[in-house]
């Protein structure tokens, strides 16, 4: 199976500031990867496709970079909405795997 | 409007069976590709089964492989998980999912559940 691991675990930032979360892939997996926020006792929510394809209806502050094995999101500019947890996913493999999430905390 | 729900969870004895249902509405569900995910508590996510639009592949994550089997009715736009054999770290809140793209065989998931507990206890 394809590992995902995400950097960092946790995330400690303020409204306004600039977040970058690290997805690493064990294999190649193209530009087959997602992202996806989750709030607690909440279903996760598409964020961005295909490495850098925003999901309809999702802010431009969210944005996503990489192929192969390494990727990144970007919040350009934190919100308060935005305090949540966020996973990324490869579907490269009928066997996908999410990472293991980051949660972004109020500093 | 599109929606997902999830339905079949509750507390149940290790080596005992579970069928979880998930009902789709508000789209075309004989198109597109549907997937199981489950959340341990205070976990992250973990991928469980996958079955294509038409029902004619499936597979797997290696720690439910021969215990659970995904199924789903078109004509009744519904999607099954029967979980058999359970096991105490199965315990998770069990969301269904849908591919975003129609006659996909991978894609992200666009369209989520609320999910349904399980809980697998003495």
């Known amino acids: 199976d394809i590992q995902m691991t995400q950097s960092p675990s946790t995330l400690s930032a303020s409204v306004g500031d600039r977040v970058t979360i690290t997805c690493r892939a064990s294999?190649?997996?193209?530009?087959?990867l997602a992202w996806y926020q989750q709030k607690p006792g909440k279903a996760p929510k598409l964020l961005i496709y295909k490495a850098s394809s925003l999901e309809s209806g999702v802010p431009s502050r969210f944005s996503g970079s990489g192929s192969g094995t390494e990727f990144t999101l970007t919040i350009s500019s934190l919100q308060p909405d935005d305090f949540a947890t966020y996973y990324c996913q490869q579907y490269s493999s009928y066997s996908q795997t999410f990472g293991q999430g980051t949660k972004v905390e109020i500093k | 409007q599109v929606q997902l729900v999830e339905s079949g969870g509750g507390v149940v004895q290790p080596g005992r069976s579970l069928r979880l249902s998930c009902a789709a509405s508000?789209?075309?569900?004989?198109?597109?590709?549907m997937h199981w995910v489950r959340q341990a508590p205070g976990k992250g996510l973990e991928w469980v089964a996958v079955i294509w639009y038409d029902g004619s592949n499936k597979y797997y994550a290696d720690s439910v492989k021969g215990r659970f089997t995904i199924s789903r009715d078109n004509s009744k736009n519904t999607l099954y998980l029967q979980m058999n054999s359970l096991r105490v770290e199965d315990t998770a809140v069990y969301y269904c999912a849908r591919e975003a793209q129609i006659y996909g065989d991978r894609d992200a998931f666009d369209i989520w559940g609320q999910g349904t507990m399980v809980t697998v206890s003495s």
């Open positions: 508000g789209f075309t569900f004989s198109s597109y590709g």
């Open positions: 294999h190649s997996i193209s530009s087959w």
